[in-house]
C-alpha cells in the first residue's frame, strides 16, 4: 500500500497519520494529528523533517518505497521538537550516507536530546541555499515561532514553502490538501493550533508573515495536517488577524463549582452579556452577533478554553472556594491563559466560598498578575448562596463585560 502524497513530481509527502494521539503533551487532539515528512528526489535526495520516535518504521518504509535509503544525502531538520525530530535518530542510522542539515541552534537542541557525537551536520544560516539539482532549498530562520530554532524552507523552483509547525493543523485525515476538506473546519483546527502553540509569540509572527509575503507561493506544505494550495489567502489572513490581536465580539464565562454557588452566579452574568448583546444586534443590525459562551471548567478542555480565548475581548473568570483555594481546573485555566499571553482583556473574577477567603480573592490577584483590568475593583462573592442583590450585580457584570467586549471589538475591526 502506499502511503505517501504526491506534491509535485520527486516531490512526495512521506509522514505518517496519527489517528490515535488525543493528548499530545497537553493539547487536547480530538481529531488525531499527522506529522508530515517530505521527501525530495532530485540529483540530491532530501528528507525534510521526521515524525515522533514510535512512528520511525512507518516513515522508513514510506522514503524506502520511493528511493533506497542508502541515496539519502540531506536529512533537513527545521524544527527540533520531537514530533519532528523524534525519528531523526533512525533515519540518520538508516541512511549512512546522509547529512543532517539544520542551523546552529537546531544542532545544540538536537545534541540536548540525543546523542549526535556521530552524526554528519551540514549547518545552515537564515539565507542560506542548498541545491539539491534542478530545485533547491532557501533556509529562514523564525526564532520562537515556536522554539528559537525554528526555521521554514522554501524552494523557488516549485514555489513551496516548507514551513514546519507555521499554518498546522492537527488533523488525522487521509486527505493532503486544503481543497479536499471542508475549509471551516481546516480553520478551526488552524485557529486552535495558533491559539494553542503559537499565540505567545504574536510578535515574531508578524515579522514571519511580511517575509512570507514576499514569496511567490503556489503550496504551504506543514508539518501537520493538510497542505495549503487553494487558500493561501486565507490562512496568511487568518494569521494576521489572530497575531495583530484584532477582538471578535465575545465574552466567555469560565467557571468551576462544587454546590452550584459559582454556576449560579456563572449563568446570571452569562445571561447579562446575552441580553446585552441582543441589545447590541437591534442597534447594530449590520455588526456580527456578539457571542456569550459559558464554560465550565472541568468540562470543558483547556485547549478549547484557548482557542476561545484568543480573541475574545472580556472573559469572566470563577471559582468556588476549596481549601482557602481555588478549585484546581480554574487554577490550570489561569496558568495556560497567561502562559499563552493572548491579548489583554476586561475581566471579572467571581465565585463562592463558606467562610473564610480562597477562590474568587486568588482570581482576582492573578488577573492583576497578568494586567486584565477587572470591571469591578473587587471580585463578586457569594457566601453560600448568592441572595438577590448579587445576583443583580451578576447579571450587571455579565452586561458590563459584554459591553466593553463589543469597544474592544469596533477598536481593531479594522486592522
Ligand atoms: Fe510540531 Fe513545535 O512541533
Not at 530545485?135 to 514551513?163: D, G, Q, T
Not at 462544587?258 to 448583546?277: C, L
Not at 464554560?295 to 475581548?313: I, N
Request: proline fraction near 5%; charged fraction near 20%; include cysteine.
Amino acid at each position: 500500500m502506499k502511503l505517501s502524497t504526491e506534491l509535485r513530481p520527486g516531490i512526495d509527502q512521506v509522514g505518517y497519520v496519527d489517528y490515535n494521539v488525543r493528548d499530545f503533551h497537553g493539547y487536547d487532539t480530538r481529531l488525531g494529528a499527522t506529522y508530515n515528512a517530505y521527501l525530495i528526489l532530485d540529483e540530491k535526495v532530501a528528507l525534510i523533517d521526521t515524525v515522533k520516535t514510535p512512528f520511525a518504521a512507518q516513515l522508513k518504509r514510506n522514503v524506502a518505497s520511493l528511493v533506497d535509503l542508502e541515496k539519502v544525502d540531506y536529512l533537513v531538520c527545521l524544527h527540533a521538537e520531537l514530533d519532528h525530530a523524534g525519528a531523526l535518530p533512525a533515519m540518520v542510522e538508516a541512511c549512512p550516507n546522509a547529512v543532517v542539515v539544520c542551523n546552529a541552534k537546531c544542532k545544540d537542541a538536537l545534541a540536548g536530546f540525543f546523542d549526535v557525537s556521530n552524526w554528519k551536520f551540514q549547518i545552515v544560516a537564515s539565507g542560506d541555499t542548498l541545491s539539491l539539482g534542478k530545485r533547491s532549498l532557501a533556509f529562514v530562520n523564525i526564532p520562537m515561532v515556536h522554539w528559537p530554532e525554528s526555521s521554514v524552507a522554501y524552494m523557488p523552483e516549485e514555489k513551496i514553502l516548507f514551513s514546519n509547525d507555521a499554518f498546522g493543523q492537527h488533523i488525522a485525515t487521509s486527505i493532503r490538501f486544503d481543497d479536499e476538506l471542508d475549509l471551516p473546519k481546516i480553520m478551526e483546527e488552524a485557529k486552535s493550533y495558533y491559539a494553542n502553540i503559537v499565540a505567545p509569540y504574536g510578535k515574531q509572527v508578524l515579522n514571519v508573515l511580511k517575509t512570507v509575503q514576499t514569496l511567490d507561493l503556489e503550496l504551504i506544505a506543514p508539518a501537520h495536517g493538510v497542505m495549503w494550495r487553494s487558500n493561501i489567502p486565507a490562512i496568511l489572513d487568518a494569521y494576521q488577524r489572530w497575531a495583530s490581536g484584532k477582538y471578535a465580539p465575545k465574552v466567555l464565562v469560565i467557571y468551576d463549582s462544587m454546590w452550584q454557588s459559582t454556576e449560579i452566579m456563572a449563568e446570571e452574568i452569562y445571561a447579562g452579556a446575552v441580553e446585552k448583546g441582543q441589545e447590541l444586534a437591534k442597534a447594530n443590525p449590520s455588526e456580527p452577533r456578539l457571542d456569550a459562551q459559558l464554560m465550565h471548567a472541568r468540562k470543558t478542555a483547556l485547549t478549547r478554553v484557548a482557542t476561545e480565548s484568543l480573541d475574545a475581548g472580556a472573559v469572566a473568570f470563577g471559582s468556588a472556594t476549596l481549601n482557602a483555594c481555588l478549585m484546581p481546573e480554574m487554577a490550570a485555566v489561569l496558568a495556560y491563559v497567561q502562559g499563552l499571553k493572548f491579548v489583554q482583556k476586561d475581566a471579572l473574577a467571581f465565585g463562592s466560598f463558606g467562610w473564610g477567603v480562597g477562590g474568587p480573592e486568588m482570581i482576582q490577584k492573578k488577573l492583576e498578575e497578568i494586567k486584565y483590568p477587572t470591571i469591578t475593583p473587587a471580585p463578586l462573592k457569594a457566601k453560600q448562596r448568592p441572595n438577590a442583590e448579587t445576583l443583580q450585580a451578576c447579571r450587571e457584570a455579565g452586561a458590563a463585560l459584554a459591553q466593553a467586549a463589543w469597544d474592544r471589538y469596533l477598536k481593531t475591526k479594522t486592522l
